[in-house]
Each structure stands twice: as structure tokens, then as C-alpha cells.
């Protein structure tokens, strides 16, 4: 039994940053690199499925340049004995679509059970891949999960959902499945010192998209409808804190409906 487990290496903008010469992301420069947070959790839900059955396999898998294998380095360092990284240059601002057929290339290839990804990232917030992936494989999807309950051989699972207003939804799913995994499921584990130094003798496989048997025009035919047209900061409004007595007060305000009419 195996349950696959994408994970994503973020980057999280500094205080002060700037923008690439194309405008149209952030300047790698002003970036720092760490695990997006989602992912933390669903890799998480996935080892303790794995501690609590014999023969369950849990394999991360990210699509990343080379510095991107410490994101998987992470992961072994928690559990798990091996990881997969993708990379081609064709990947550079890669769609959310065409990241989705490398994972699906990736899931065909590895034959697993289940497959965990985070709700989101918190880098770019598309929330597509856990969805994206489902339909690309055809399997059943379940979102916002915050509770599993399934054993190796089992052929459903049992899921439970976040629904708005603090409602809990409780649903069974055809295994195999793609989850999403919300905050708070679990409390994900640290790295002991030891897990960090095995991890570092770990394999991680690196796949090419020809290993995969895609190419460059696969991918732009994935994402052919998603652009990023322009990335900026926009302009942040002003505040102002109104002192003195009630009528002082009021004065003021007048002042401000006025300014503000006559800049309209």
C-alpha cells in the first residue's frame, strides 16, 4: 500500500521587495524558501497511516529545481525512505494545469493508494492541484479533509470535511482517492536530529518530463489558457485617528467629505 504525498517549497516574500524585470513576479532575490504549511500537515496525516499499519508506503514527491530537494529532505527527515523530484527547464512558471500533468504522470508511474496534497499554498493560493489532479486521473476528490479514517485494503474511506459555519461534514469515498488536507488535521511532528542526518542518505529519484513522457508542448497545451499578465503592490489607503471634543470631531469629518468630494 502506498499514499503519495506532493509537497511544494514556497517562496515568502521579504518586508521590502521588488519585482522581476518582466513584472511579472516577485525577484528571487527578496524570496525565501521554507515548506508550504499545508503540506506539512497532509505528509503528517500520511505517516501516521503508515505507523499505525504494516506495509504502508509514504513517498513525497515535489516539482523543483534542484534546491527544491530540501523540501523533500524535510519530509524524509519526519518518515518515509524515499522521495521523488521533477525538474525540466520547460517547468520554469510552470501553470497550475501543467503541474497537474506531471503529477498524474508521477501517480501513473507510482501506482498509489491515496494521494495527500495541502489545501493550498500559501505562496500562491490556487487551491488546484488536489482537484486538478482527481480529474486529470479520474479518481474521486474530497476536499478540506480534517479527519481520516481508513486502513490499508479497506476500499472506502471515511472523511471529514470543514464546511462553512462550523459545520462538519462526514462522507465515505471510493478508494483510490485524492484528499486535500486542511489545517489543524494533526500537529505535525519536528525533525529529530537523527531523522535530519538519515535523510540525507535517503534516495530521491530525479525525473526529467521525458522520464515521464511528456514534453515541453504537453505542458503549454495543459496551461494555454492561464497567463500571468502583470504582478504589482497595490496602493494602500490612508488612516487617520480623529481627536478632540464631539464637535471638533464633527468639523473634521466635514473637511473629509469635502476633500473627498472634491477629489472625486
Known amino acids: ?10 517562496g515568502v516574500v521579504d518586508e521590502d521587495f521588488e519585482l522581476r524585470g518582466d513584472g511579472k513576479d516577485v525577484d528571487p532575490d527578496f524570496l525565501n524558501f521554507e515548506a508550504n504549511e499545508w503540506d506539512d500537515y497532509s505528509y503528517e ?8 499499519a504494516d506495509g504502508v508506503e509514504v513517498v513525497p514527491v515535489t516539482v523543483g529545481p534542484d534546491d527544491a530537494e530540501d523540501v523533500l529532505r524535510r519530509c524524509l527527515a519526519k518518515g ?4 521523488i523530484r521533477v525538474w525540466d527547464d520547460a517547468l520554469e512558471d510552470a501553470s497550475p494545469a501543467a503541474i497537474v500533468q506531471v503529477l498524474a504522470k508521477v501517480v501513473e508511474k507510482e501506482q498509489p493508494d491515496m494521494v495527500f496534497t495541502g489545501t493550498l499554498s500559501s505562496d500562491r493560493s490556487y487551491a488546484q492541484t488536489g482537484v486538478g489532479l482527481a480529474a486529470a486521473l479520474g479518481w474521486p476528490h474530497a476536499a478540506v479533509i480534517t479527519g481520516i479514517e481508513w486502513k490499508p485494503g479497506d476500499p472506502k474511506a471515511t472523511l471529514l470535511r470543514e ?9 465515505s469515498v471510493n478508494c483510490p482517492v485524492v484528499l486535500t488536507i486542511q489545517l489543524g488535521i494533526n500537529t505535525p511532528r519536528y525533525a529529530s536530529l537523527r531523522g535530519v542526518k538519515q535523510a540525507k542518505e535517503k534516495p530521491v529519484e530525479d525525473l526529467s518530463l521525458a522520464d515521464l513522457g511528456l514534453s515541453g508542448d504537453d505542458l503549454a497545451a495543459a496551461g494555454g489558457s492561464f497567463r500571468v499578465r502583470r504582478m504589482y503592490k497595490p496602493e494602500t489607503g490612508q488612516a487617520e485617528l480623529i481627536e478632540g471634543t464631539p464637535a471638533e470631531q464633527a468639523a473634521r469629518l466635514v473637511e473629509i467629505i469635502n476633500e473627498l468630494k472634491g477629489a472625486a
Open 1 to 10: 500500500m502506498k499514499i503519495l504525498v506532493p509537497v511544494k517549497q514556497i
Open 45 to 52: 496525516a500520511a505517516l501516521q497511516i503508515m505507523e499505525a
Open 80 to 83: 518515509g525512505e524515499r522521495g
Open 163 to 171: 464546511l462553512e459555519g462550523g459545520l462538519v461534514e462526514q462522507l
